[in-house]
């Protein structure tokens, strides 16, 4: 089945260690994103790449970093330089722009708990 | 920027009734998408709803519809017959289709609304 895989769903981390969110999808969408959920709250998208090897801020960047060597993955790191990482963080895939259907398909998400 | 306002953190429908839920957006684009996504305790995000901003004809999906007022740039989601599996967040979104623009394909949401349904 197609889809998009968030993985752990659980994570905990310790202050000041960096920590590395998973995210893989074997939909062939060109474009993916990172986004941050604090409870009640709306989300806040971190990062979002529309092509391999390319990637942009998105508005709250700071103290995460990405990569996007491959189509299907995107990884997100969460550095000691960010704060307050406690947080459910969604990881989303959309097809390029100029495509029919551009709608973002969701992950499970993962839960950060900063220990 | 563009920027995604959701001015109703919580609504609330007795079951069989009609809603409204508000959205807002600021952009100089002409070119976008507009998107309801739904999320229900399992915080598993669903798309409910799309428009695309070249379309004046407002999208409809069942007991889902909208109502797309692109110069006041408004887009509300009104949800008839409401049913109790409609209860959970709403978040209204944007995505930039402007290919000249430093935001080509960013995907912003707005805070969303809790809607809770009573039977």
């Known amino acids: 089945d197609g889809g998009i895989t968030q993985s752990p769903k659980y994570l905990f981390r310790k202050e000041g260690q960096n920590v590395t969110l998973s995210c893989e999808q074997n939909?062939?969408?060109?474009?993916m994103y990172w986004y941050r959920q604090d409870p009640g709250q709306g989300l806040r998208l971190i990062y979002y790449s529309q092509i391999v090897n390319d990637f942009q801020k998105g508005d709250i960047a700071e103290g995460y970093s990405v990569s996007r060597e491959k189509k299907e993955s995107f990884p997100l790191t969460v550095t000691s330089a960010q704060k307050n990482p406690t947080a459910f963080y969604l990881c989303?895939?959309?097809?390029?722009?100029?495509?029919?259907?551009?709608?973002?398909?969701f992950g499970q998400g993962t839960r950060l708990t900063v220990v | 920027a563009q920027t995604v306002t959701q001015s109703q953190p919580e609504m609330s429908v007795q079951e069989a009734e009609t809603v409204t839920l508000s959205c807002t957006y600021d952009t100089s684009e002409s070119d976008y998408y507009l998107f309801w996504y739904k999320q229900p305790p399992s915080r598993q995000m669903i798309l409910v709803i799309r428009q695309e901003a070249y379309k004046q004809q407002n999208a409809t999906e069942n007991r889902f519809s909208v109502n797309f007022q692109k110069a006041a740039k408004s887009f509300s989601l009104k949800i008839s017959d409401s049913q109790l599996g409609d209860a959970a967040m709403y978040f209204c979104a944007y995505r930039s289709a402007y290919a000249g623009g430093t935001s080509y394909g960013k995907l912003t949401f707005g805070q969303g609304t809790i809607l809770t349904v009573h039977p």
């Open positions: 989303a895939s959309s097809r390029g722009q100029g495509s029919m259907n551009t709608e973002a398909f």
């Open positions: 939909l062939n969408h060109d474009a």
